[in-house]
């Protein structure tokens, strides 16, 4: 247990301890101020000083007699507390305040000049502060010229310090020498301030109803700060403006929004790799199911707006809320007075296009034969077996089949992923196209197309594979030979090429679909050119009999007026043409992608590398791990960057 001597003595060794560390003297007109300014020098905020009171500050009369109050603050890197036993714990200041913080505040007074009498209010000390002194407020009453004092009331209110007002002298009071106010309001209306000159000999301070009266004679009615006043009548602030009235902003209303009640963005899913190195797809989850009448959206209401004023009292409008409209789609509808939206319908829930949609899900429980024919799903599709040579699968949503693809084709506007691999095969068949991402065993002799990416375990072999993505072959065996690869991020597996050179080529840092559209549009406008110089030709011989017969015969009159109206239409064709193709090109030469290809083991000769326009073939192969990239205008090798975790988690 510690007693009272030795609690005071570990105070005052604490604090000469603290004042050794980090001190300032520092002074202002008030005592906030002189902080203010010891919190810049050391700096640190206000909160983390404490201070000793040097000399006491004085108000001074017409700027005779005015003292700062000047004080020594330092930084507190401890501090002091007693258990409820008595015992003293000292305790390290953490990084981050805490909230019940102490702070001391010292007795204060103030002497206020009316017309019948001067005036004293003493505010008391708290939190240990020291009280007022009767003789500073005896010299203060001197500096404003009050020589006809009451002691008795001076003592009282001293004492009492119960922050009111109460007539302690007379003077001979001279209404001309009255404090005097000038008023600014801001460009917006919304800040008001007072200027005030200092009283002169004789005459009064402002009130707080003085100023009321003043502010509502130069129309300021409106926000006008309660404690802004009380402070100014108690510490007036003469020569500099003084905010003393706020307006209040308007505030617009919160836009309608919609809450989705269903995962829009499924969690990532984990590939897990078998001991032979290949990926194991049997635990996706494709499918985020709902029952009919199920919620699956609502909408949040927007909010009015408020509308703000400014110190004149004029109204300044604020916008209401926009109101949103769920979007609809197939197997939806909407309740609770618009809403709330339900499945009328159970399957998979899609946000697709903004439009909130239920697709139902056709299972085919065996393989795709001649027992089922072609299959087209309005949603997602799975085949519990194979898909056999020579039949087509088309799902709106995704597509999973759990055996093998043989020779024939599949589109999904989703995923689509097969668990065994996927043979193709030359002529209309073996083609593989995904509105997102491909995944698969592995890919043989097959023309894939992916809006996403191209995850395989296995390898990827004489296929023709267009990702808007990347192609990734993770696994032990993941490889790649023959065919031509194409991707805008990156080609990535174990092994490039073959070791009996068979050409790959394998391209990357563009969009493939972008560059085939130009492609297109390009042969498009060969096509186009043709039938135009064919057609002017047609027409300039037409024109030709028509001058010098002066009339043609009936048929060539009708194929004159075509071929003019071909004209016009191929000129406004090509025009269009010409367009869309600088686009596409502007598109493709702005397109910001570094494209990488990159093997984990080795790259053979008779690999062909495409990095945007540069070309690099590999004539000699490279026996270790490898990336090309694109420096400078040059294809370059560096270090190589493997596959991460996270570019094989599955995205819904």
Not at 141 to 160: C, H, K, P, Y
Not at 457 to 463: L, Q, R, T
Not at 594 to 603: F, Q
Request: negative net charge; glycine residues 10%; hydrophobic residues 35%.
């Amino acid at each position: 247990m510690i007693g009272q001597d030795q609690f005071q003595d570990i105070l005052r060794s604490l604090s000469e301890r603290d004042k050794e560390r980090h001190s300032v003297e520092v002074s202002g007109n008030t005592i906030e101020e002189a902080l203010g300014q010891a919190a810049i020098e050391l700096g640190v905020p206000v909160r983390r000083l404490e201070y000793e009171l040097l000399e006491m500050g004085k108000r001074g009369f017409l700027g005779i007699g005015k003292k700062d109050f000047s004080i020594m603050a330092y930084e507190v890197e401890s501090k002091i507390a007693r258990t409820a036993g008595g015992e003293v714990l000292l305790e390290e200041f953490a990084e981050e305040e805490k909230e019940d913080e102490v702070i001391i505040h010292y007795g204060d007074f103030t002497v206020r000049l009316a017309s019948d009498g001067a005036y004293l209010k003493v505010v008391p000390p708290d939190k240990g502060g020291t009280p007022v002194n009767i003789q500073d407020v005896k010299k203060e009453l001197q500096f404003r010229g009050i020589a006809d004092i009451i002691m008795e009331r001076i003592e009282s209110t001293v004492s009492n310090s119960d922050s009111v007002y109460v007539k302690v002298g007379d003077f001979i009071y001279n209404p001309v020498n009255d404090a005097r106010s000038t008023i600014n309001v801001s460009e917006d209306e919304m800040q008001a301030f007072i200027e005030v000159l200092e009283p002169g000999p004789g005459g009064s301070d402002l009130t707080s109803s003085d100023i009321t009266s003043f502010l509502r004679n130069n129309n300021v009615v409106f926000g006008v700060m309660e404690e802004a006043l009380i402070g100014f009548e108690d510490h007036p602030v003469y020569n500099r403006p003084y905010l003393i009235a706020k307006g209040e902003p308007p505030v617009n209303g919160r836009n309608a929004s919609i809450s989705y009640l269903f995962e829009q963005d499924q969690s990532q899913i984990k590939l897990k790799h078998k001991r032979d190195g290949s990926v194991d797809f049997k635990e996706l989850n494709l499918i985020q199911n709902v029952v009919k009448g199920q919620p699956l959206a609502r909408k949040i209401p927007p909010e009015a707006g408020k509308d703000g004023r400014t110190v004149y009292g004029k109204y300044i409008p604020a916008k209401d809320g926009s109101d949103i409209q769920i979007g609809l789609g197939k197997n939806v509808s909407i309740t609770d007075n618009g809403k709330t939206v339900i499945a009328t319908s159970s399957g998979q829930v899609l946000l697709l296009k903004g439009k909130v949609t239920v697709e139902t899900v056709l299972v085919i429980p065996g393989d795709v034969n001649a027992s089922t024919g072609n299959v087209s799903g309005l949603g997602t599709v799975v085949i519990k077996g194979n898909v056999e040579d020579g039949y087509q699968v088309s799902a709106q949503g995704n597509i999973e089949v759990n055996g093998f693809v043989g020779k024939s084709n599949l589109l999904a506007g989703g995923d689509l992923v097969v668990k065994r691999g996927i043979n193709g095969g030359e002529g209309d068949f073996g083609k593989i196209t995904a509105g997102k991402s491909v995944w698969s065993s592995f890919i043989n002799n097959a023309s894939v197309e992916a809006g996403e990416n191209v995850i395989v375990s296995d390898g990827i072999v004489n296929a023709h594979v267009n990702a808007a993505g990347r192609v990734l072959c993770k696994g032990k065996r993941a490889r790649i030979v023959g065919g031509m690869l194409q991707a805008s991020e990156e080609i990535n597996a174990a092994t490039l090429g073959s070791s009996g050179g068979a050409e790959t080529i394998l391209k990357v840092g563009y969009d493939p679909k972008a560059k085939v559209e130009l492609e297109e549009l390009v042969l498009r406008q060969e096509d186009l050119d043709k039938e135009q110089n064919e057609s002017d030709r047609n027409l300039q011989g037409l024109m030709k009999q028509k001058r010098s017969r002066k009339k043609l015969s009936a048929d060539k009159e009708t194929l004159f007026i075509e071929l003019r109206q071909r004209h016009n239409d191929l000129i406004d064709e090509m025009e269009k043409l010409k367009d869309s193709i600088e686009h596409k090109e502007e598109y493709l030469s702005i397109l910001q992608l570094r494209g990488k290809i990159s093997a984990s083991k080795n790259v053979n000769s008779g690999v062909k590398v495409y990095i945007k326009d540069e070309e690099y073939e590999v004539t000699n192969p490279f026996d270790y791990p490898v990336t090309f990239l694109l420096e400078d205008g040059f294809i370059t090798t560096a270090k190589y960057e493997d596959i991460t975790e996270e570019d094989l988690q599955r995205r819904d």
